[in-house]
Nanobody
Framework: QVQLVESGGGLVQPGGSLRLSCVASGSIFRFVAMGWYRQAPGKQRELVAAIIRGGSTNYADSVKGRFTISRDNAKNTVSLHMNSLKPEDTAVYYC?????????????WGRGTQVTVSS
């Protein structure tokens, strides 16, 4: 079974930076895409950033130019580098993996990590 474990959340002041990491149990080549989603209180979960197996990326308009998604295949890790954080970035951030090959059609989620941007 696939497990995704997020880390790196915390409390940061506006304008600050954080780096979130998502470690998968096993090779991330098993996934056609991996991404970060977030859910703020009272709001729906939304896509923040995604990276496709071929390496292309896409971002929510609200984070373009501030967040960068990357992956380390050797460490089975996908990271989200967040700069110039704003209070509206406050949310629980979740890692998601979309299965390929023998995992096709399956989506896997981590338990989430809290990010709070406040002075």
């Amino acid at each position: 079974q696939v497990q995704l474990v997020e880390s790196g959340g915390g409390l940061v002041q506006p304008g600050g930076s954080l780096r979130l990491s998502c470690v998968a149990s096993g090779s991330i080549f098993r996934f056609v895409a991996m991404g970060w989603y977030r859910q703020a209180p009272g709001k729906q979960r939304e896509l923040v950033a995604a990276i496709i197996r071929g390496g292309s990326t896409n971002y929510a308009d609200s984070v373009k130019g501030r967040f960068t998604i990357s992956r380390d295949n050797a460490k089975n890790t996908v990271s989200l580098h967040m700069n110039s954080l704003k209070p509206e970035d406050t949310a629980v951030y979740y890692c998601k993996a979309q299965g390929a090959a023998e995992l096709v059609g399956q989506d896997f989620w981590g338990r989430g990590t809290q990010v709070t941007v406040s002075s």
